[in-house]
């Protein structure tokens, strides 16, 4: 057996019983940051063990970690450890329940994750998620240094435009029926409250609601830093270095609403938002 097979074979064996950690999957920039510091502020059960100056990123697992291309790769080792740190240790996911998007060798973890845990699936109204998405990535990635309208007409390696990725991934998760937990990134920001008493049932938790129910948001690096230092479990989407996220009808030419309709139109109208 090679060693990376045992190692794989450790880690399966140290995951929690099924039913203790929680999954929350979303599309990239449709909220699944915003329900997991949720989680951890209004459930004790989520909450970590964190040391003082012990980075974000170590306070809950990332699954997209395990990904060819992630920024801060994860050994399986330290996966577990974060894993250890809560009685109902929450769990990150962008990629599609396939786990296309995830190593190869690697699937094997996320996917027993996956059948251990309860699957918490957020939705946001998909040209927020465009408007977001396109904010974030022309800080980090080059391939978004272009034009909103080109940026929402680039294709992936299976040809399918931006609006046509997210129309299919959510179409993947809700594929799983009642397995799955769906709650809107937008409903979760009207009534706060409401969101955490459905989360509560559906998780078998007692809410703290804690106000306020949702965090504080932080935009800055240093607004983080210095939120950790005062001890408080600032929100764990990555800032924009200080950008804000334009509101989609700043982004947005009728020439592009036309496009988005054509290739998501028909998943906005499932989900129940207005075009």
Do not use: N
């Amino acid at each position: 057996m090679k060693l990376q097979d045992a190692d794989l074979d450790d880690a399966l064996k140290q995951l929690a019983p099924v039913g203790s950690s929680i999954v929350i999957a979303s599309h990239p920039r449709s909220g699944a940051h915003l329900i997991t510091d949720v989680l951890r502020r209004q459930f004790k059960h989520c909450r970590p063990k964190t040391r003082p100056l012990e980075s974000i990123h170590d306070s809950f697992l990332a699954a997209d970690r395990f990904a060819p291309d992630a920024l801060r790769p994860i050994e399986l080792r330290q996966a577990i450890k974060i894993l250890k740190k809560a009685r109902r240790p929450t769990v990150t996911l962008h990629a599609t329940p396939d786990l296309a998007a995830i190593r190869m060798d690697r699937r094997p973890f996320v996917r027993a994750l996956l059948d251990r845990s309860d699957l918490v699936y957020c939705v946001r109204d998909g040209r927020s998620t465009m408007a977001s998405l396109y904010t974030w990535m022309r800080c980090f990635r080059e391939e978004a240094d272009v034009p909103f309208g080109e940026f929402l007409r680039q294709r992936d390696s299976e040809g399918r435009s931006r609006p046509e990725a997210w129309a299919e991934h959510v179409r993947a998760w809700l594929s799983l029926g009642s397995k799955l937990t769906v709650i809107k990134f937008e409903d979760t920001l009207r009534d706060p409250e409401r969101a955490v008493a459905r989360l509560a049932r559906k998780l078998r938790l007692k809410a703290l609601l804690a106000k306020p129910i949702i965090p504080r948001p932080l935009t800055t690096r240093t607004g983080l830093q210095m939120a950790r230092l005062a001890g408080r479990r600032p929100p764990e989407d990555a800032p924009t270095r200080g950008q804000p996220t334009p509101r989609p009808e700043e982004l947005f030419t009728d020439a592009d609403t036309d496009f988005f309709k054509r290739h998501a139109g028909q998943m906005m109208d499932h989900l129940g938002y207005t075009l």
